[in-house]
């Protein structure tokens, strides 16, 4: 081990300026054992290891002058110890806070994803209002298609009463009922794509085309263009 170390080795040994060093002895905190007559300063290593205090002490959040009283002070060991007692004291509670906000921020995490299974709850909710006009439409389309149906027997009852074969009127009255139907039908509904989650209308053609469950109808949806089974919804008015 050495016997003396300039002012650039104890800077460069305790990461601090060589400012630093000169500053604290200025203030009288740590004075150079020995100031050669060029004016170059040297430590022992005594000095360093107060140095290596002071620097600690400084860092924990302990004044120059609050340094200063207990270097030079009798008991200073036993302040020394009292106050690194409380400082490790506080960091422990400063330990906690950070641990009791890192619950909260857990905590809050948990909530905001709940919020966003509300969402998709309310979501459903809508969707069941939504699905309970839907079957207030469909007992309304057996209704009207009944009601289609009497009309055309009496039609047809009529037209051979009269001995009218006019087949292609009853053709065409069929047709136009079907598709009378089938247009009310298509004005109350839309569909909720699985892929994209969003709602759109299909075109009356691809409606009457797509190949359907109850529930269900395999369409092409004109928000993403996937085609897949989509969910029947009550149309927004
Ligand atoms: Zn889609």
Redesign the pocket.
């Known amino acids: 081990m050495k016997e003396k170390y300039s002012i650039g080795e104890v800077a460069k040994m305790l990461q601090v300026s060589t400012r630093t060093l000169r500053f604290y002895d200025e203030k009288d905190l740590i004075k150079p054992a020995f100031v050669e007559n060029n004016g170059y300063r040297f430590y022992k290593i005594e000095q360093i290891k107060q140095l290596e205090l002071i620097i600690y002490l400084k860092n924990l959040g302990f004044s120059l002058k609050q340094i200063k009283h207990l270097l030079k002070d009798e008991s200073g060991d036993q302040s020394l110890e009292l106050l690194l007692n409380e400082q490790y004291q506080e960091n422990k509670q400063k330990i906690a806070e950070i641990n009791q906000q890192q619950k909260q921020i857990e905590h809050l995490r948990k909530i905001k994803l709940s919020r966003t299974s509300l969402t998709n709850f309310s979501d459903i909710t809508n969707i069941m209002k939504k699905e309970s006009k839907l079957m207030t439409l469909r007992k309304r389309m057996w209704l009207l298609t009944i009601l289609l149906m009497i009309i055309e027997l009496v039609v047809i009852s009529i037209l051979y009463a009269f001995q009218l074969r006019m087949s292609i009127i009853v053709i065409l009255l069929v047709l136009i009922g079907g598709v009378a139907l089938s247009k009310y039908y298509y004005d109350n509904v839309e569909y909720v ?6 709602e ?1 209308t299909p075109s009356f053609v691809s409606f009457n085309i797509a190949s359907h469950t109850p529930k269900f109808r395999k369409l092409t ?6 085609k ?1 089974y989509c969910l029947e919804i009550s149309r927004r008015k």
Do not use: D, V
């Open positions: 794509c699985p892929n994209c989650g969003k759109f949806c004109s928000k993403c263009g996937k897949s």
